[in-house]
């Protein structure tokens, strides 16, 4: 986590799953900072994802990472990791190591607590195959002996756990509470299938269905009405970002659509990401001249082609 991007779009989708899935039990977060924060801005962050901080201290290549990470795999609840970049299966002692946490400690904090989750946010994915390396993601840590599923999005989760019931049992909390489609998830399903497993007290409880449906549908307009007034502004810029014409100069989309939550500079082509509503596939982005002046391309929907695209 990094100060600049505090209380950007990602962290409201961070702070949407952590409060979903407190239904399950209380959840600390190690927040891997990866460079120093004022006691506000850690207090801040504290707050927006209405959990205790596990650590304060900022990972560098110096950092001791077991030490480091001690806090999350000693912890007595459910822990939140929030790595700059993602989960990387493979370790490297390269510069962007903290920006990391590899796959052998995920699988280490997870195991050391088999009767808790561990919720990672994962942006380490190629674009294009997010699901894809999610699957491979989770095939990994099912052969080291943890269950788990994937959220897919502009902003990725992954949730592991030894306890088959209970990742299970935080698939449906997240899918019941968020009310998000099925194909959102990616679900590693074990050979001997017990994460599908019914136990007698889940079949017991489907008798309930019928009388808590009613509940449900008056828990669910009043959700969707609370979810369009938290995500207002993103609805806006979707609506906003429609209208807008090629030719458009990057001051000119600034002043449609606000500043961006994040910029990004990948094979030598500058992208500005803006406030999206959480559920769509992918954040509102423009592709910007090198001058900064002008708009290449615009992308008002993550699925399907560009809205437009510059002749060059």
Known sequence: M??????????????????????????????????????????????LLGTRLLSKETFTLESDRRVYLAPARDCGCHVFLDPDTGIRLEPTRGRRAPLYVFGTELV?????????LTLVFDQCLARGREREQLRDKLSYFAEQGLYGFAYASHASFVLVGKDGSLVNKALETLKRESRLPDSRFVVQEPQNNQFRRTSPAQAKLKSYVPFVAAVLVSSAV??????????????????ICETLKPGITASGLTAAL??????SNSNGETWWYFQ?????AGPIRAHVSESGRHVVSLHCHEDGPPTWTLSQ
């Open 276 to 280: 999206t509503p959480s559920i769509m």
């Open 258 to 263: 606000g500043q961006p939550v994040h910029r």
């Open 2 to 47: 990094r100060a600049e991007f505090l209380g950007d779009s990602y962290d409201i989708v961070k702070q949407s799953l952590l409060q979903w899935l407190g239904s399950i039990g209380t959840w600390a977060a190690h927040p891997m900072f990866t460079e120093s924060l004022s006691p506000e801005q850690t207090s801040a962050f504290s707050c």
């Open 108 to 116: 280490e904090i997870a195991s050391a607590r088999p009767d808790r």
């Open 222 to 239: 009043i959700g969707l009405g609370a979810y369009a007034w938290a995500n207002r502004e993103g609805f806006r810029n979707v609506r």
